[in-house]
């Protein structure tokens, strides 16, 4: 079982967190939230996420989440960040360290500055992310670096409808309560760990129809099953919002994304 152990970014109280998998439970790049290891000597980066929220129209929450899981699914297939392209490095340098996400919200003109930078926007059913190659914890562009992180919230105006089982699902602690920021950060580990388990083929097929996945909060009598059945799960290191522990586990599909995916209650 994959796991992440997100800790929060050390300079504030950002919605961060910072996965430190390898293939499986037991596999070489794990350790505990405060365990040292190599990676805490590398250069630190974090990976910028812009969700737009206008006061008149704001998101509604599933849409936010699945859309910053999408992002960063678009930045990590994106041919800037393979091989020799631009952001290459720079995603190698954040990878090798201790992975950070921070969710920043923006709307008006700063969200028109913020689209201005290099990056890339993921656009939902009625949200829009802007994601960015990794920046350096103390190297945030000016025009990210002064937009609000703490107290971004959404919430759905409807249930969400059952998930397709064709696609993986990022199910959601149910004993948890985070904001929307913290949630999407969450979110975009459980995908990353989703991608970081497929073959080529596999990661082709999945982009090519649009990274198509949900994220959806668990039961409380199925959650014990999602983290025991060998799935990828996220572990946050409680700096933020949250005690330390399990918060995401990701379910495969049956055509796309394919781990293992117990019966869906």
Request: charged letters at 25%.
């Given at each position: 079982?994959?796991?992440?152990?997100?800790?929060?970014?050390p300079?504030?109280?950002?919605?961060?967190?910072?996965?430190?998998?390898?293939p499986?439970?037991?596999?070489?790049?794990?350790?505990?939230?405060?365990?040292?290891?190599?990676?805490?000597?590398?250069?630190?980066?974090?990976?910028?996420?812009?969700?737009?929220?206008?006061?008149?129209?704001?998101?509604?929450?599933?849409?936010?989440?699945?859309?910053?899981?999408?992002?960063?699914?678009?930045?990590?297939?994106?041919?800037?960040?393979?091989?020799?392209?631009?952001?290459?490095?720079?995603?190698?340098?954040?990878?090798?360290?201790?992975?950070?996400?921070?969710?920043?919200?923006?709307?008006?003109?700063?969200?028109?500055?913020?689209?201005?930078?290099?990056?890339?926007?993921?656009?939902?059913?009625?949200?829009?992310?802007?994601?960015?190659?990794?920046?350096?914890?103390?190297?945030?562009?000016?025009?990210?670096?002064?937009?609000?992180?703490?107290?971004?919230?959404?919430?759905?105006?409807?249930?969400?409808?059952?998930?397709?089982?064709?696609?993986?699902?990022?199910?959601?602690?149910?004993?948890?309560?985070?904001?929307?920021?913290?949630?999407?950060?969450?979110?975009?580990?459980?995908?990353?760990?989703?991608?970081?388990?497929?073959?080529d083929?596999?990661?082709k097929?999945?982009?090519?129809?649009?990274?198509?996945?949900?994220?959806?909060?668990?039961?409380?009598?199925?959650?014990?099953?999602?983290?025991?059945?060998g799935?990828?799960?996220v572990?946050?290191?409680?700096?933020?919002?949250?005690?330390?522990?399990?918060?995401?586990?990701?379910?495969?599909?049956?055509?796309?994304?394919?781990?293992?995916?117990?019966?869906?209650?």
């Open positions: 079982m994959s796991s992440l152990n997100p800790s929060a970014e300079h504030s109280s950002a919605p961060s967190t910072e996965p430190e998998a390898g499986r439970e037991a596999g070489p790049r794990e350790a505990g939230p405060r365990e040292r290891d190599s990676r805490d000597d590398a250069p630190q980066f974090v990976l910028p996420l812009v969700v737009r929220i206008e006061k008149a129209a704001p998101p509604a929450r599933t849409d936010a989440l699945e859309t910053a899981a999408r992002a960063v699914l678009t930045l990590l297939s994106d041919e800037r960040a393979l091989d020799d392209g631009p952001w290459a490095q720079a995603v190698r340098d954040w990878q090798d360290a201790r992975i950070r996400k921070v969710v920043r919200r923006a709307r008006g003109a700063e969200w028109r500055r913020a689209e201005a930078l290099p990056g890339i926007t993921v656009t939902g059913e009625a949200t829009e992310v802007r994601v960015y190659p990794p920046v350096p914890l103390d190297g945030w562009p000016k025009d990210l670096a002064r937009l609000q992180v703490s107290g971004t919230d959404l919430d759905d105006p409807e249930p969400p409808a059952a998930p397709d089982p064709a696609a993986p699902v990022l199910w959601l602690n149910p004993d948890l309560d985070m904001s929307a920021g913290k949630s999407m950060a969450q979110a975009g580990h459980g995908a990353q760990l989703a991608w970081w388990e497929l073959s083929e596999q990661r097929q999945w982009r090519e129809a649009g990274f198509p996945l949900a994220v959806r909060t668990a039961t409380p009598a199925r959650w014990p099953t999602l983290t025991t059945s799935l990828p799960v572990r946050d290191a409680g700096f933020t919002e949250i005690a330390p522990g399990k918060t995401v586990a990701v379910e495969g599909g049956s055509h796309f994304c394919p781990l293992p995916h117990p019966p869906r209650a």
